[in-house]
């Protein structure tokens, strides 16, 4: 596991105004010291643990993997909600961290995809587009067991690790796809095989979203992104 080698974590103490992204009835806060003090206690353990500067057992790696992790869940499950102010930079060096810290977990990534979605996280479109691969792969194997009786799920899930999946096909394309229509350098045959990949990941999601929940603003976009590519 890796994560960023700097993360400036002191942009709450930083002048600006402070935002969150739902507003609500309840109070809101700003975290404590104490918890970004621990975030930033983990960010320098992963710093040197990733320059080989100390020394771990991989158990004792997963575990602070999974309490930064369990630190970003909690800070963006309540910014979410309205419960607490931050500023834009804290809330996008946050979201950084947190997109490229996510563990290789199917439920993770899902969670993270949907808070990528609904704007609460912030990411690089590399990094969105490597956290949607990660998905798509974990799901097809998902699949792959599942047809091949060596799983047994309720149809809730089988739906929601559908929908997750052919999402998860249009946007690692599609994150490449924008970043790639904007930047010098790569190759005509790289930027034909992108746009032939996320054509064809929206065709087959179209093809079956009826079955989708929640997806109707997100059908007109796709359907939009697809008559573009068809011209």
């Given at each position: 596991?890796?994560?960023?080698?700097?993360?400036?974590?002191?942009?709450?103490?930083?002048?600006?105004?402070?935002?969150?992204?739902?507003?609500?009835?309840?109070?809101?806060?700003?975290?404590?010291?104490?918890?970004?003090?621990?975030?930033?206690?983990?960010?320098?353990?992963?710093?040197?643990?990733?320059?080989?500067?100390?020394?771990?057992?991989?158990?004792?790696?997963?575990?602070?993997?999974?309490?930064?992790?369990?630190?970003?869940?909690?800070?963006?499950?309540?910014?979410?909600?309205?419960?607490?102010?931050?500023?834009?930079?804290?809330?996008?060096?946050?979201?950084?961290?947190?997109?490229?810290?996510?563990?290789?977990?199917?439920?993770?990534?899902?969670?993270?995809?949907?808070?990528?979605?609904?704007?609460?996280?912030?990411?690089?479109?590399?990094?969105?587009?490597?956290?949607?691969?990660?998905?798509?792969?974990?799901?097809?194997?998902?699949?792959?067991?599942?047809?091949?009786?060596?799983?047994?799920?309720?149809?809730?899930?089988?739906?929601?690790?559908?929908?997750?999946?052919?999402?998860?096909?249009?946007?690692?394309?599609?994150?490449?796809?924008?970043?790639?229509k904007f930047s010098e350098g790569t190759s005509d045959n790289v930027i034909?095989?992108?746009?032939?990949?996320?054509?064809?990941?929206?065709?087959?999601?179209?093809?079956?979203?009826?079955?989708?929940?929640?997806?109707?603003?997100?059908?007109?976009?796709?359907?939009?992104?697809?008559?573009?590519?068809?011209?």
């Open positions: 596991m890796r994560v960023p080698s700097a993360l400036i974590v002191l942009a709450f103490l930083a002048s600006g105004s402070l935002s969150a992204p739902l507003s609500s009835g309840l109070l809101r806060r700003e975290l404590t010291p104490q918890e970004h003090q621990d975030v930033r206690t983990l960010q320098a353990w992963f710093n040197k643990y990733n320059a080989g500067e100390i020394m771990s057992t991989p158990e004792l790696a997963a575990e602070n993997q999974a309490k930064l992790q369990g630190l970003l869940n909690k800070f963006f499950d309540e910014y979410a909600r309205g419960e607490f102010m931050a500023t834009p930079e804290l809330t996008q060096n946050y979201g950084e961290l947190y997109t490229q810290s996510v563990p290789n977990d199917a439920t993770a990534l899902k969670k993270w995809a949907k808070l990528f979605e609904s704007g609460i996280i912030p990411a690089t479109r590399g990094a969105a587009s490597a956290n949607y691969q990660k998905l798509s792969e974990l799901l097809t194997e998902w699949f792959h067991e599942y047809e091949n009786g060596g799983l047994i799920t309720y149809p809730e899930l089988e739906q929601e690790n559908r929908q997750a999946l052919l999402t998860a096909n249009v946007e690692m394309h599609r994150q490449l796809w924008e970043s790639y034909q095989d992108t746009r032939n990949s996320l054509k064809e990941a929206l065709h087959q999601w179209l093809a079956v979203h009826p079955q989708f929940n929640d997806v109707e603003e997100l059908a007109e976009e796709y359907k939009a992104l697809y008559n573009e590519l068809s011209q």
